[in-house]
């Protein structure tokens, strides 16, 4: 008897086999449909979870805001901008010679710059904060959007799920909450180098966002060497030429503030403002460690060139290889590390890269489904984030002060020299953030290069018998 025959056999008759079929297809059927239901309604369940995360994350800070208006609700930094745009009513001379705002200090950005202020003056100060908070917030949702489809999470439910949740911690990292204290521009000009960064190679666009970030402060310019290393010509060209336009605009709209700012008032000393020095704890560059350690003199800018010359190669190298493996999150990452890692000033508030650096971290260990790295990347976002704490205006721990939320470097004695007069302890609590990061940066420059000759012999591997066979065709056909 056939195989056909066999089997039609245990089912007694060709009509009672297909009917037993059919029941079987409908049995799948119904439990496929039960696995699609129960899936459907877990995905509804994480996704109201994490809405509710959001919301409550959201509430706090509106919360906040509403109880200490006088610190949180300040935004030093942008009324600084909003002075200075304001200032070129009365001619083009103050921009960039006096200082401005609540906590005068110095407007440092290029004239475009001034000119996006300027424009949004009629807004008046309450419209420019509620403006700029309603914007740093749908940032910091992007960025986290932005970077999960980097890597490889398609649009859905999911993903909208994982964006609420992952910026609902998002918004209590130090360098976030600090950005919406001092109504700071860092989450925006992220979202633009993101989201440029995130464009298919083929696209036009692909540069214009860098040049506009690069443009509006000049330290995004480091992503368009990213895109050299990367070979991306054309993005390149494309942003170089976006910021030249920048400036050309600037020149061409003011153009004795412009000629200011170029030649002039472009480089800022250690003195910011007769209060903040680089030597500050808020200054978490590798300009800032060097001089809480060396102070001031030879040893310390020579320690402070030699630090930025690895950290630019070797970060910057790390880089391009991450992008080459298809890792472009990670590349650009690593590339926006170098930045803040070398640039002379990197306040608490610049490091919003830290955004997508928490993204990779859960993401990774949600692919492999791994404890160890799911505590990790919860560490990081510990040793990160805004905690509760009653401090004065130096560091010291102060009952009679409001309860806010305060990043680790803050315990480190602060202002006034004190920085330079820190224990063992403050000295590590007062660069947890640089320290933070440049353990991560150094762990992936190792992993990738550690990994790069074995992924070579591999590659070399796979293409010797190919090569071996395209050399037997020749002599093969030779002989015959």
């Known amino acids: 008897m056939s195989a056909l025959g066999r089997g ?23 439990k496929d449909s039960g696995l699609k239901d ?23 800070w509106v919360w906040l805001v509403r ?45 475009i710059a001034a000119l996006v202020f300027y424009v949004a003056l009629p807004l008046g100060m309450t419209g420019l904060k509620i403006a700029m908070a309603a914007l740093s917030h749908a940032a ?48 925006l000009l992220m979202v633009l180098v993101l989201a440029d960064c995130a464009l298919p190679d083929r696209s036009r666009l692909k540069g214009a966002g860098i040049g506009l970030a690069t443009g509006l402060k000049l330290t995004p310019g480091l992503f368009v060497v990213y895109l050299l290393l990367t070979r991306r010509f054309r993005a390149a060209a494309t942003a170089a030429a976006v910021t030249a336009a920048t400036m050309v605009v600037g020149w061409a709209a003011i153009p004795r503030a412009a000629r200011q700012y170029w030649f002039d008032s472009m480089w800022v000393g250690d003195d910011i403002n007769g ?32 630090g930025a010359v690895v950290a630019a190669v070797g ?21 926006a590390g170098v930045t803040l890692f070398v640039s002379p000033i990197s306040w608490q508030h610049h490091w919003v890269w830290a955004v997508p650096v928490l993204v990779l971290a859960a993401d990774l260990a949600w692919r492999r489904r791994d404890r160890v790295l799911a505590v990790g990347a919860a560490l990081y976002a510990g040793l990160i984030a805004a905690w509760p704490m009653r401090l004065d205006w130096y560091g010291h721990w102060d009952a009679s002060f409001p309860l806010e939320p305060y990043g680790l470097i803050w315990l480190g004695p602060h202002e006034g020299g004190r920085e330079f007069r820190w224990n063992a302890w403050q000295f590590v609590v007062g ?33 010797v018998p190919v090569a071996r066979r395209a050399r037997r065709v020749p002599y093969g056909l030779a002989r015959r």
């Open 8 to 30: 039609w056999g245990r089912g007694h008759s060709g009509l009672r086999d297909s009917d037993h079929g059919d029941s079987g297809l409908k049995d799948s059927g119904l």
């Open 38 to 60: 129960s899936g459907l309604l877990a995905g509804r369940i994480v996704l109201g979870v994490c809405a509710a995360a959001y919301a409550l994350s959201l509430g706090a």
């Open 67 to 111: 109880a200490h208006p006088d610190t949180q609700w300040l935004m030093l930094d942008l009324a600084t901008m909003h002075d200075a745009a304001a200032s070129l009513r009365h001619g083009q001379d103050r921009a960039y010679t006096e200082v401005f705002g609540p906590f005068p200090g110095p407007f440092i950005y290029p004239p």
């Open 140 to 187: 910091v949702l992007a960025a986290v959007w932005i970077s999960l489809g980097m890597l490889g999470r398609r649009r859905g439910s999911g993903r909208v799920a994982a964006t609420l949740g992952l910026s609902a911690v998002a918004l209590w990292l130090e360098p976030v909450h600090k950005t919406l204290m001092f109504g700071q521009v860092g989450l």
């Open 275 to 306: 209060v903040i020095t680089l030597a500050h704890a808020i200054n978490q560059s590798l300009k800032g460690v060097t001089m809480r350690v060396f102070e001031t003199g030879a040893a310390g800018q020579a320690a402070w060139l030699a």
């Open 315 to 335: 970060g910057m190298a790390a880089a391009r290889e991450a992008s080459v493996r298809g890792l472009e999150l990670l590349g650009v990452v690593l590339c």
């Open 431 to 463: 660069n947890s953030l640089f320290a933070v990061h440049a353990a991560l940066a150094v762990a992936v420059c190792g992993y990738l290069w550690s990994t790069r000759t074995r992924r070579r012999m591999r590659t070399r591997a796979a293409a």
